[in-house]
């Protein structure tokens, strides 16, 4: 199986270990990535506040980049909001022909155009409708037996658009959790709002919904997810959290990529274990790491 890339700006910058990760796993899966040339900023949530014109014609342009590049029709998008913003346009404009019509004209300066065959897919959606728990089962080399593991799905990869799992109750990273020798914690949480950038505009209130969502899975050895400001909500701020509830909220906050790959054989340095921000003793010493292992990884609490 081959897909374009499209790993958006945060891949490049904050979640840098994500993108690593997700190379890594898939790549290990059997499938390729086709890296979009000369692909631009997707907008994420500020261009609309600027131009809703522009928070469609930046993703348009990634599309139709992708589109003439290659005969891929599948664009894997990890990020949880560029998968959105993608997924958007690719939905509005077989309705509304005026804005295709606007779309094509701004791509035409470039010498790019919608051809409307594009499918923005997000690496949850890749991993459980193309890859599936049987199919990392059959790879796994290192099992991840006695680990209990919260999955945390966040808003954007599934709402407003439930393409593969119910965004009220998600369950899709449960069977790959089970298929890798974990346990599914289980909580309420997983499709729960982190705040988002409110951590940044509004810090009292993101502080309570990622102190509830912390909470929540203190009996658990790991929090994952799959999108890059979820990630940084989660595992940026427990100390301050922490002193806000008056109690220790350490846990380890991984991605998906991350935990699947160091169950097919990766190492933790392969899946950018290294730039994670929470990776605690506790998680390294039921996950089986050893000590030349721990000390690559860094000095995370």
Partial sequence: MKYNYYP????????????????????????????????????ASAADAVSHLLSLALPARVIALAEQQNDIDDILVPCSACYLNLKRVT???PSDLTLARKLNLILEQEGLALAGRARPRHLLDVITRDIGPSGVR????????????APYYGCQCLRPYAVFDDPEAP??????????????????????????SHMNTKPHVAMELVGAILKGAQTADAIVTVC????????AHQKKISRLHNEELNISILYLPQLLGLALGLSEQEVGMNLNL?????????????????????NNP
């Fill in 278 to 298: 929470s990776v605690t003793r506790e998680f390294r010493n039921r996950a089986g790491l050893t000590m030349e292992k721990r000390e690559a990884i860094g």
């Fill in 138 to 149: 059959d790879l796994v080399t290192t099992s991840l037996e006695g680990l209990t593991i």
């Fill in 8 to 43: 958006g700006c945060s891949l490049e910058g904050t979640a840098t270990e994500y993108d690593i990760a997700t190379r890594a796993f898939i790549k290990a899966a059997g499938c390729e990535l086709v890296d979009i040339d000369d692909w631009t900023c997707c907008g």
């Fill in 91 to 93: 939905t509005r404009i």
């Fill in 228 to 235: 890059p400001m979820c990630q940084m909500n989660l595992e």
């Fill in 171 to 196: 369950v899709s990273m449960e069977p790959f959790i089970e298929a890798v020798g974990g346990r599914v914690h289980p909580w309420d949480m997983g499709g729960k709002c982190c705040g988002a």
